[in-house]
């Protein structure tokens, strides 16, 4: 039913877009008059009837134009600092990744965590010795204030004041890489919630929680978060020595995977090339897990040979993630300037199956190497240090575009479309089991 409300309220926005805005315009204003008036009366009575229901509905309504736009009310957007609009798109995804945003928003607020020392910071952060900040309590805050249908865009200033204390790379106002953000932000959260509170070790507040079990959890550098819990993968890298045929396997876990997009896809398309095929996103994962020959600049120590040769390297999935995370290697770096890909790279929205990539794919269930799309990070313009960073989430079965302070309900049609940089896909069987949650 709501689904029905909302569309109808939808199609009556779009109406009135057509008829109310650009009055500034008297031109414009006069093609639309006109145009109005060429609309039948049959349909003028539907209309009536149609804003009649969403009248009686404007409670449910989660919709509201402003603008001339379809703003989200549920959705909160959040302010631009001066350029941190990398940073907004990776919270507007990490925030509609539900089973990783409920940890945060249900952990209970830093001065409530010991009511001994009510009112005295207790938190314990092994990471930057300072315990004046914490990143866990400043990220908190910031996804409780999102999805709270306040209209006004959340300021995450506190959260960027701490981001600029611990890690130092991300100070000043100039653009950043959105991924290398991403990776700090986790890798700092594991480490702040591996320090745990009130002496009790966070993993195994984790375990008790979440009903996440000892083979769920993925340790990079010991124990396990909610990060690695989520996030965590194991990749096997086998290397053959090509000389003698031996063969090393190493396990390097991980919390994304950074894609190539394959050489032939890299060169901007002409006009006559448009028919030529699509990059896809099977292609670069393809091309991710291929067997590949290492250059000559990356010759491998052969413990036979006790010298460096020329080796074969190999990628394989030991063990896929909660979440798996997509980042597309849009830039590169030339010998002065770091370049942009700008390829298009066709993703699909529902049912990435990755079972072909798994060492072992005869262990994995048949539903538990598919993958949902649950948002994408989209970088606009040509450079790192430059362009903007936006992100496309679904949330209740809805699609929407953050866009900084403004946020836009969208369709699949366009998320679609979207060049994409990070990808996050939810596994289909844990999306199912935080349903039942
Ligand atoms: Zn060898």
Not at 58 to 78: D, E, F, I, W
Not at 162 to 187: C, S, T
Not at 312 to 332: A, M
Request: glycine share 6%.
């Amino acid at each position: 039913m709501e689904k029905t409300c909302f569309f109808i309220s939808f199609l009556i926005y779009r109406c009135d877009d057509f008829v109310v805005n650009d009055t500034k315009l008297g031109l414009v204003q006069k093609v639309r008059e006109h145009l109005q008036n060429l609309e039948n009366s049959a349909f003028t009575a539907d209309r009536h009837r149609k804003r009649k229901l969403l009248e009686n509905s404007s409670l449910n309504s989660k919709l509201l134009k402003v603008n001339g736009s379809t703003n989200a009310l549920c959705a909160t957007g959040l302010r631009n600092l001066g350029n941190t609009c990398f940073m907004n798109a990776i919270l507007q995804s990490l925030s509609n990744i539900q089973q990783f945003c409920c940890y945060f928003k249900e952990l209970p607020a830093v001065e409530l965590r010991n009511g001994k020392t009510a009112g005295r910071r207790t938190y314990h952060t092994r990471s930057q010795g300072d315990n004046n900040v914490s990143l866990v309590e400043e990220f908190r805050k910031t996804l409780c204030a999102l999805w709270q249908g306040s209209q006004t865009a959340f300021s995450p200033e506190s959260l960027f004041y701490v981001v600029w204390k611990i890690m130092p790379n991300f100070r000043g106002y100039q653009q950043q890489d959105a991924h290398e953000f991403m990776r700090y932000l986790l890798d700092h959260l594991h480490l702040e919630l591996q320090g745990g509170f009130n002496g009790v070790s966070r993993s195994v507040i984790l375990q008790e929680n979440s009903g996440l079990s000892a083979s769920n959890k993925c340790c990079i550098n010991g124990a396990s978060t909610i990060v690695t819990a989520i996030f965590g993968g194991i990749l096997q890298n086998e290397v053959n020595c090509l000389i003698c045929g031996t063969e090393s396997r190493k396990f390097d876990p991980f919390l994304d995977l950074s894609l190539d997009i394959p050489s032939q896809f890299r060169n901007k398309r002409t006009k006559n090339q448009e028919n030529g095929p699509m990059c896809t996103l099977r292609d670069c994962l393809r091309s991710f897990t291929d067997l590949e020959e290492l250059d000559e600049t990356e010759l491998y120590m052969c413990h036979k040979c006790k010298k460096k040769q020329k080796s074969t390297k190999k990628f394989w999935i030991q063990k896929l993630p909660k979440v798996l995370c997509l980042h597309l290697k849009r830039f590169h770096w030339t010998e002065y300037l770091r370049n942009k890909v700008d390829t298009y790279v066709e993703f699909p929205l529902r049912d990435l199956d990755m079972k072909c990539y798994l060492l072992e794919p005869e262990n994995s269930g048949p539903e538990s190497c598919r993958y949902d799309l649950a948002a994408v990070v989209v970088h606009h313009g040509s450079g790192v240090g430059s362009g903007h960073y936006t992100a496309y989430a679904t949330h209740e079965g809805r699609w929407f575009h953050f866009n900084d302070s403004t946020v836009t309900l969208t369709d699949e049609e366009t998320v679609v479309k979207a060049k994409a940089y990070i990808l996050f896909y939810v596994d289909r069987q844990a999306k199912s089991g935080s349903d039942k949650l």
